[in-house]
């Protein structure tokens, strides 16, 4: 077993406290991180007075990452009220080309939305067509 004095390990809060417990030359509180009090999960992207935003993707991603025209154009074929995703239009595109998956009734409406956009890109890139109705 070795020793502190053989080879030193870095100070954690585990071992600070062990040390400081022991008589030990370190100070509980030393080295420790200055927690500011702030939501660790805000981006600083929120509007004040604004309810939550509920995606899961970033804003910073939004910004940058616009769909390509698959992903359009399946928007626009599975929109229900509202512009969201309307989940027996959705099933209706998939099963006509064959990506349908029963486990997708399982998933929200986005995550459904993604699996079935990613097989239709794989159809496309194996050449085939996408049947939109």
Same mark, same amino acid.
Not at 34 to 45: A, K
Not at 87 to 116: D, F, I, S, T
């Given at each position: 077993?070795? #020793?502190?004095? *053989?080879s $030193?390990k870095?100070? #954690?809060r585990?071992n600070?406290?062990s040390?400081?417990a022991? =008589? @030990?030359?370190?100070?509980? #509180? *030393?080295d420790?991180?200055?927690? !500011?009090e702030?939501d660790p999960g805000? !981006?600083?992207? /929120?509007?004040p007075g604004?309810p $939550?935003a509920?995606s899961v993707?970033s /804003?910073d991603?939004k910004r940058e990452?616009?769909?390509?025209?698959l992903?359009q154009?399946?928007?626009?074929a %599975? /929109? @229900?009220?509202g @512009?969201?995703?309307?989940?027996?239009?959705?099933?209706?595109v &998939? %099963?006509?080309?064959g990506?349908?998956? $029963? &486990?997708?009734e399982n998933l929200? $409406?986005?995550? /459904?939305?993604m699996?079935? =956009?990613?097989?239709l890109?794989?159809?496309?890139?194996?050449?085939e067509? %996408?049947?939109w109705?």
């Amino acid at each position: 077993m070795r #020793t502190e004095a *053989e080879s $030193p390990k870095p100070a #954690t809060r585990h071992n600070r406290k062990s040390k400081a417990a022991n =008589g @030990g030359d370190m100070d509980a #509180t *030393e080295d420790q991180p200055v927690l !500011d009090e702030v939501d660790p999960g805000d !981006d600083g992207l /929120a509007v004040p007075g604004a309810p $939550p935003a509920r995606s899961v993707v970033s /804003a910073d991603y939004k910004r940058e990452h616009k769909p390509d025209d698959l992903g359009q154009r399946l928007s626009k074929a %599975v /929109a @229900g009220a509202g @512009g969201k995703v309307d989940r027996n239009k959705l099933r209706a595109v &998939a %099963v006509a080309n064959g990506v349908w998956n $029963p &486990a997708y009734e399982n998933l929200n $409406p986005g995550q /459904a939305r993604m699996n079935v =956009g990613n097989r239709l890109r794989a159809k496309v890139k194996r050449g085939e067509r %996408v049947k939109w109705r």
